[in-house]
């Protein structure tokens, strides 16, 4: 259970297995106690002598106290000097806030955020606490929300000018942690375009550090997500904090380690590029940043992160729900197709079970190649001559749901829409307009574009019987400004575009709740709890590479459950890596996933077709099991030989696992022995595929042999039932 005490100065939160803890110092400075597992008492003696504060807490801000005080969310200015969660700059320059306690109070519920997306629930507490800045009048409610069935704490804050002159925020993060000591490793998932997510560990350092990102989206350069945890901590054990944002543009999660080796993390906003003014009177919202505790290593965390997803997160009407085995045919044909080319695809897909078919780019305009088009979202008849219902129609009598790709933030040069409206995409005056992929980006801060936009998918979804949408978004922003926001307030523009394509994103969801969503960002250039909300699924990659895959999911499941992940069986030789692997292996890596398939069914060879037909055969068996059961890590590709990762249904009854050998081998390689994890250890398991039957504790202890072909990317899919 979820429960808040405030006790004179100290308020502690805490539910069955997580404490926080913070105590508001004489003069009204919140200052940071604990987070970490559950405490029943918390007495603040020890941290404030740690702190040097004298021991009711008081302490002269010309002491420079603060420089050595945890706190919840300090500000430049007032003798900390290490980097503040705020900051603020009047009209005439100066730039110091002093936020000071004014209230504290208990809500039994999740507010929801403003504009932004936000995890929601009934089973929980919030903390409401209240500061003010005297001279300025800026008054800043810090949220914190504790729920019964996560270990995690939400965080977000609300600022209000309710003095008479404008201000200026100059950062205005959502969280921030100060922990006593830095002997702790960073973990965050970094990469690039088709390698995203890979989990990058080194041991903290003094001075700054962290990851960021500045291009429009979270990115796939850095995902906004880190953890800290023990040099001891593996996946199975030791101390982790995670936190990530439920944000999709830009972001810093930074770690600061100061003089006395204390941490301080940061996370929110990018400060870098942004600033937002506050007339008197405004509002101002913050995203929203969960923190996760565990002492059950990177697994305990994930399964944090997972559940907060799964239960708090995700919405729609399939938010819960197992999703259809689609194909898409961007690999299969790219630009290049018409109506019986899709429909010959389409046909041979429902023979072996396939759900849902997707057209990918290329229905609309006069779209051949990447120059041309974005904007002008009507039916090419060139290439479908029955129009988008014409195909429906036969997709649907082949009892196949049908889905749509889009990329509705983006405007190419080269169509009706850029002609008529030249300045409603990101741009500066006089600058060259520097497109990416032939394509600039439109300007969703202004409240006309986001209308058209709205109304570019709403009239096609309305008007036709689109099962599924798949969202694009293929550029990062440059020459950042917009035609309508005034000079000191064009550092809003890529917040406010967030808000504006949320907004978007909010009403298509209300308007349009039958339709499956999947986000897209060149891959997974906008995989974040952000999109989530509004889109249950993303695509993981542009890689469909089984061995690519291996590094990308497992990264990404660091924080996001499998079957948010986009992941397709595709063609070989692979389009990105040229690499060959089984359609064993390519399945094995997509089954976890959302899955499905992304080539020509009709170049396969008999014997691959009916190999495809018994895959989709086999996933539908497990489909219940992989999306409602717990995921576990067992092997990392980045240790080398090796990937394993398994489910384990909620009755622990049932699990599927998967089992990867990277690289070929010379010689007669030994078996790998994996270990098992969440199986219940007083139960025995069936191993389908091979008739044997063991111990949980067995497998969990000892591990199951697991005999694999030769060759690169060779795996083995393992069914086990509660014998
Ligand atoms: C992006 C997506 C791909 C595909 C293409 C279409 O690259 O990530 O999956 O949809 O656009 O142009």
Redesign the pocket.
Known sequence: MAEIQICSNLIHLRNDHISYALYLLPGGIPMHLYFGARLNEINPLPFLRRSMLSEDGSFSVQQCALDHTPQEYPSFGLGDARQGAVGVRRSDGTRSVDLRFVSAEIVDEKPALEGLPATFGESCQTLRLLLRDALTGLAAELFYTIFDDCDAIARSVRFQNEGSDALYLESAFSLCLDLPDSRYDLLTLSGAWARERGMVRRPLFAGEQGVSSARGASSAQASPFLALLRSETTEASGEVYGMALVYSGNFRASVQVDQYDSARVLMGLNDFDFEWKLEAGERFQTPEALLVFSNGGLDGMSAQFHRLCDWHLTRGAYARKPRPVLINN?EATYFDFNEEKLLSIARTAASVGVELFVL??GWFGRRDD?TTSLGDWQVDTRKLPAGMDGLIDKIHALNMRFGL?FEPEMVSPESELYRAHPDWCIHIDGRERIESRNQLTLDLSRADVCEHVYHAVADMLGAHQIDYV?W?M?RSFSNIGSALLPPDRQKELPHRYMLGLYGVLERLLQAFPHVLFES?A??GGRFDLGMLHYMPQT?CS?NTDALSRCFIQYGTSLVFPPHTMGAHVSAVPNHQTGRLTSLEARFGAAAFGAFGYELDLNRLSPEELEAVRLQIHRFKDMRGLLFFGAFHRLLSPHDGAYTAWMTVSRERDEAVLMVMRMQAQASNVPPVIVRLRGLDESLRYLVVETGEIYGGDELMRSGLCCALSQGDAACGLYMLKKA
């Open positions: 961007w990918d780019d990447d790709w798949k694009d293929n897209c060149s891959g695509w542009d």
